[in-house]
DNA sequence: GCCAACGTTGGC
DNA sequence: GCCAACGTTGGC
């Protein structure tokens, strides 16, 4: 067995906000409308108890909000096929799937929100990939240096 | 295979 | 609401 690794994923609290998370059935929720290869590459590789860090995007401000874990490995994610959802894919085949989604469940919510202001200002998170310039990935890892180092601040907060 | 046009993301 | 950065599409 591997061990756990680290993911960061956004979303915008509008849509789905953790607390939308933790008031959800069982507290969990599938992962649908990601159609973006790299973000849903690396859904594929996520394994059972992988620890994500929920980020709030276009929101005010902008901030790691709490953690998730993941409770279902990639599967088909079926909004691919739906005509009327917004994410409906008809260059997808349902033999053929081209998007998948995973399953997470809510771990917890940080007592105050870890802002990305409040990142871009920590040289240790330098190099995340949510810190890149341009960088829109919805669905990106996270070194264990880096989750550590997220966590003791979000203490700290 | 190039690249212009277009749509989307997401901070500000 | 603006717009820079990015990914995708499709004509050539």
């Known amino acids: 067995m591997a061990s756990t690794n680290y993911w960061l994923m956004k979303s915008e609290p509008s849509t789905f906000s953790i607390d939308d998370l933790a008031q959800s059935r ?12 790299q973000a849903r590459n690396y859904m594929r590789t996520m394994a059972l108890g992988d620890q994500i860090l ?11 909000v709490g953690i998730a874990e993941v409770v279902r490995t990639a599967y088909p994610d079926s909004t691919q096929f739906d005509k009327k959802d917004k994410h409906y894919d008809p260059t997808s085949k349902p033999s053929d799937p081209r998007w998948d989604m995973v399953d997470i469940k809510y771990v917890r919510a940080f007592p105050k929100p870890l802002t990305l202001e ?5 040289p240790q998170l330098k190099g995340m990939v949510l810190l890149k310039k341009g ?3 919805s669905v990106q890892p996270v070194t264990p240096a880096e989750w550590q180092h997220i966590l003791r601040l979000a203490k700290k907060n």
């Open 26 to 37: 069982d507290q969990r929720t599938c992962w649908d409308g990601v159609r973006n290869y």
């Open 135 to 137: 960088s829109r990935l």
């Open 54 to 64: 929920f980020y709030h995007s276009n929101a005010d401000p902008p901030a790691v």
């Open 118 to 122: 409040d990142m871009r200002k920590d």
